[in-house]
């Protein structure tokens, strides 16, 4: 398989962050040595898959004929989850490829031969990037997308590209979590049916846009995934799929090669099923990237790691300083979810944690009130970044892609208008009012980008930090907090602005409410300050240790082809049974 080298800017940290590593490795949960003789594919972690690997009990090729086979019985029948768009035809032969390069006595760290899925807005130059349009529908990109060539760098098998919520969610008004035109309806596993009598929605959303890597990571149809976020797109599916997710700070990783809304807010993050398998794929993505000016901050040592397990800490909480914002963010909660929330505060003052519980904490209010433009012209209430970005990142990004049959917003939206019944089942409102904004340079709506990105950041950075100082107002003092504790997606907007950090876990499910018949998952989320990533996953790592609460969904169970057991030691293959 032919493979362009690429040289990787590898950003050495050398700031020691005493407070953030672990004292020792039984407070990292480390299980690399389990399971040397036997695999269960279901919920199998990174470490656990790259043990069987480099033990032999596996090979690569393996891996992926067995999430094939999990392909095969859930994502297009059985439950029907319908997470993938694109199945990579030449994944085997990567595998293999991999494969060949072990028994050569090479490894190239913990993603080496493991199956992977990237959201279908991810350019891969083998397989098509769509964004789930049927505008696009076929269109393979000329190169990979900067974190893809990471990722076959780190001896990763691509999978296939999961779906989305069309254009990531940007398109149309009131379309539904999950739902494009070229892919459908991707169902949450945790109650995958139709809402009954409706135009085929999920009775369960699966949350957007990244809702196909949300359902697959949660079915276990794949490893491990890659989402993109705006605003809550990395957060919301992991919420609803009982999952883990990383929406990095801006320009942690680059945006090179994927398909954007705004360059201000769009960055790609890990969904896993642990904490310690989503720190692992952020070491292989994150890092400078000469073609995206945002990444130079990944220059300044200490912001940037190739390696963030250095960071698990199960007694991370021990000592931590948590805030928890009520207004608006617990409103309209039933009961049951103010209790996990109170659940999952009290687990945290279990483990040592101080959790500043009041209800109200000042500027939250203003950080949600200035909300998203979706109509030109523009009230003044809202900010334009968003419809500004689907305008002018959209078409920049277009002329890389020159042998894609549409070019601009405009042809999108013309293909669109003459293919209505295939690609307009929501409509296009929000590129119309996208398109019909002036980009020129100098022009009314560029000036009014510029003074709603400025006021997006002075309401969010200044809200939020206000926050994270703590009482004295003062960064950098004792009193500061090491994180503002969110539920479910609910605090997205202000860090997504501001380009702040947030890392998801799951804390539980919620009775099902009807017309839903299982219990729903149910997640937190902890955000930060810029490049907090370690000490936000470590705080997430202590809590899902300490808890324990992701499930597996029990409409994708396992298949007989997930058990592999060592029969030949001398000679290490083992097979399913």
Not at 64 to 93: C, F, S
Not at 185 to 208: A, F, I
Not at 281 to 289: K, M, P, Q, T
Not at 327 to 332: F, L, M, N, S
Request: aromatic letters at 6%; hydrophobic letters at 40%.
């Amino acid at each position: 398989m032919r493979r362009a080298s690429y040289a990787l800017v590898a950003v050495l940290a050398i700031a020691s962050f005493a407070r953030h590593a672990p004292a020792d490795d039984d407070d990292r949960g480390d299980d690399h040595g389990r399971g040397r003789d036997r695999l269960q594919l279901v919920e199998a972690t990174l470490p656990q898959l790259s043990q069987a690997l480099r033990s032999h009990l596996v090979t690569s090729e393996q891996l992926v004929k067995m999430y094939q086979a999990r392909i095969a019985a859930y994502d297009k029948v059985g439950p029907t989850l319908n997470a993938i768009l694109h199945l990579n035809e030449n994944a085997l032969d990567d595998a293999r490829d991999v494969d060949h390069e072990r028994r050569r006595g090479h490894d190239r760290g913990p993603m080496f031969g493991i199956p992977i899925l990237l959201k279908d807005n991810v350019d891969t130059d083998d397989q098509p990037t769509t964004a789930g349009s049927v505008a696009l529908a076929g269109s393979i990109p000329p190169r990979d997308s900067f974190i893809t060539r990471r990722l076959r760098n780190a001896g990763a098998v691509i999978l296939g590209k999961a779906t989305l919520t069309e254009f990531a969610n940007f398109i149309a008004i009131g379309m539904p979590s999950g739902y494009s035109s070229l892919g459908g309806y991707g169902l949450n596993p945790y109650d995958p049916r139709p809402l009954p009598g409706s135009d085929g929605r999920p009775v369960l959303t699966p949350g957007g846009s990244s809702s196909g890597p949300g359902i697959a990571v949660a079915a276990n149809l794949t490893a491990i995934a890659i989402g993109t976020e705006t605003s809550g797109s990395i957060l919301s599916p992991s919420s609803s799929n009982g999952v883990a997710g990383i929406k990095p700070t801006l320009g942690l990783v680059s945006r090179t090669g994927i398909l954007p809304i705004t360059a201000n807010q769009d960055t790609a993050g890990p969904i896993a099923r642990t904490v310690t398998d989503a720190a692992i794929l952020l070491g292989v993505i994150a890092g400078f990237d000469r073609d995206d000016p945002a990444t130079l901050g990944c220059l300044v040592p200490g912001n940037c790691f190739r390696d963030y397990t250095r960071f698990l800490n199960k007694r991370a909480l021990r000592g931590a300083r948590i805030a928890v914002p009520h207004t608006p963010y617990w409103v309209g909660f039933t009961p049951e979810q103010t209790q996990i929330m109170n659940d999952a505060i009290a687990a945290m003052r279990a483990e040592g944690a101080f959790v500043d519980d009041p209800h109200e904490i000042p500027n939250q209010a203003d950080i949600s009130a200035f909300g998203i433009c979706t109509s030109a012209p523009a009230p003044a209430t809202c900010s334009t970044v968003l419809m500004y970005g689907q305008k002018f990142d959209l078409n920049s990004y277009l002329t890389r892609r020159p042998d894609a049959p549409v070019h601009t917003i405009d042809e999108i939206i013309a293909f669109n208008n003459a293919n209505p019944t295939t690609a307009l089942k929501y409509g296009q409102a929000l590129f119309l009012a996208a398109a019909a904004l002036d980009t020129s340079p100098g022009s009314a709506d560029t000036q009014r980008l510029i003074a709603d990105r400025a006021k997006d950041l002075q309401l969010t950075r200044g809200g939020l930090d206000a926050v994270l100082d703590g009482p004295d107002g003062i960064a950098g003092t004792a009193d500061d907090f090491d994180a503002i504790l969110f539920p479910q997606n609910r605090g997205a907007g202000a860090p997504a602005k501001a380009g702040y950090p947030s890392v998801a876990v799951p804390a539980g499910f919620t009775p099902p409410v009807a017309p839903v018949v299982n219990p729903t998952p149910f997640g937190i989320a902890f955000t930060g300050r810029a490049y907090s990533e370690p000490r936000l996953i470590a705080l997430a790592f202590a809590f899902e240790q300490a808890t324990h609460h992701r499930t597996a969904p029990a409409s994708a169970p396992p298949l007989p082809s997930d058990t592999v057991t060592r029969h030949d030691h001398h000679h290490g293959h083992g097979h399913g049974h």
